[in-house]
């Protein structure tokens, strides 16, 4: 009889599912300049490590990696040979493949017993290799470019070089930048405060961006220039610059410096029976992707609302409030706070219903134009996520409309 443990497909250390994972983390916390005792702390917190004996697999995997680079220590060196001591290691395997499973584990203890070898150097290979004065072209949702330039990169935050930023220019869609004199040029102060963390406000002008997330964005988001311009002396700022993740990085742009579309933002969207109104509420990333966080203005006719209308019309909301939303909460203990559900479903009162929200994956495609301002609350949730070419399927549905729409053309790249 030849069986194996669940998730196994041999013997071998890393020849399962849990260490197979276990060690594709470590190899990207290693890529991205983690040191590797760093990195075995770390992938203990995220895989939850605890005593239980399903987790063996894990564990023996995890010790053998931190051996292999010169960093086991003695806590995860014992728990090892005692899961290799007293079976634990050993469970769900029978038969043929029982023997095959002594041998490695023999093997492995062997060689957690013997001499590490010499410490390994850690070297990050992460795609973010950015050079100090170089120009990055952000391509931002509306098709147009936040221009960034590269002064200082700090070791010691998010995995090791993360890059430290200025925001020197920005285009619409269309526009042709000279960058000859941006190298040198100005940084753009922060246009809105941002409340932080630790609850101080910032409003400067360096931030620096996670290396450790730099898969999470499309390469062909960017583009990098070597400067033009003659390298100035750069002063330097009084404010520490702030941490922003890749995933994050539209989402500040907007928020700080009101690009591409500060929230409030009336968009009007051509295509269909008749264009859509969007008020923009906030800009995230999803899918590698920048998309939007809006709301549908409940006017639907053919022809544009005059301006004072525009300004007076309301978003579709659903039956929900906060009251409806909080009864149906059968544990107390999930409950939130009145406030927090406020925030949470983007009203300002408890009878209030809730407005439709939804998220749009992607670049927006061309004829879109602002056509004015409102107030919005930014909730705190996330919502239904559609493609734009879906927008005019989603809207019909909203309204009970049955018209058939050719849909729009979202800006391609």
């Not at 750069?234 to 995933?247: E, F, L, M, N």
């Not at 009336?266 to 109104?277: D, E, N, Q």
Request: proline share 6%; aromatic share 6%.
């Amino acid at each position: 009889m030849y069986r194996c443990r669940v998730g196994a497909w041999g013997p071998g250390v890393f020849q399962n599912d849990d260490a197979a994972d276990l060690r594709d983390g470590w190899r990207g916390l290693i890529r991205a300049g983690f040191d590797p005792r760093e990195a075995g702390r770390r992938l203990v917190d995220t895989f939850g490590l605890s005593e239980e004996s399903d987790q063996a697999p894990m564990w023996l995997a995890l010790a053998d990696l931190l051996w292999r680079a010169g960093r086991l220590g003695h806590e995860i060196r014992r728990r090892a040979l005692k899961l290799i001591r007293d079976g634990a290691a050993l469970d769900g395997w029978e038969g043929r493949s029982l023997g095959g499973r002594k041998r490695a584990l023999s093997e492995l203890g062997e060689r957690l017993r013997s001499a590490m070898p010499a410490p390994v150097r850690s070297r990050p290979s992460h795609p973010c290799d950015w050079k100090r004065g170089e120009l990055i072209v952000w391509r931002l949702i509306d098709d147009g470019s936040a221009v960034l330039r590269v002064v200082a990169f700090d070791k010691r935050w998010g995995g090791g070089g993360s890059p430290v930023v200025e925001l020197v220019g920005a285009g619409r869609p269309g526009d042709e930048i000279d960058f000859r004199h941006l190298g040198g040029g100005d940084a753009r102060r922060a246009t809105n405060s941002l409340k932080l963390t630790t609850g101080r406000l910032w409003r400067d002008t360096r931030f620096k961006i996670g290396v450790f997330e730099a898969g999470d964005y499309n390469p062909r988001r960017l583009r990098r220039i070597k400067s033009l311009s003659p390298r100035r002396r750069d002063a330097g700022s009084k404010g520490q610059p702030i941490g922003v993740r890749w995933t994050g990085l539209d989402g500040f742009l907007l928020r700080g410096f009101d690009l591409p579309w500060s929230p409030g933002t009336i968009l009007r969207v051509p295509g269909g029976a008749s264009p859509t109104w969007l008020v923009v509420v906030d800009m995230v990333s999803a899918s590698k992707l920048p998309a939007i966080v809006c709301e549908v203005l409940d006017w639907h006719d053919s022809r544009d609302p005059a301006p004072d209308i525009l300004r007076t019309l309301d978003v579709h909301r659903t039956t929900d409030t906060v009251s409806l939303v909080r009864a149906r909460v059968v544990d107390p203990r999930n409950r939130k706070s009145i406030a927090r559900m406020k925030q949470h479903l983007g009203v300002r009162g408890v009878d209030e219903r809730v407005p439709f929200r939804m998220t749009l994956l992607g670049y927006a495609p061309t004829g879109i134009e602002v056509v004015g301002r409102r107030r919005v609350v930014a909730p705190t949730s996330g919502s239904n996520v559609y493609e734009w070419e879906d927008l005019s399927t989603v809207v019909n549905r909203l309204t009970g409309a049955i018209v058939a729409s050719p849909g729009i053309a979202p800006a391609t790249g």
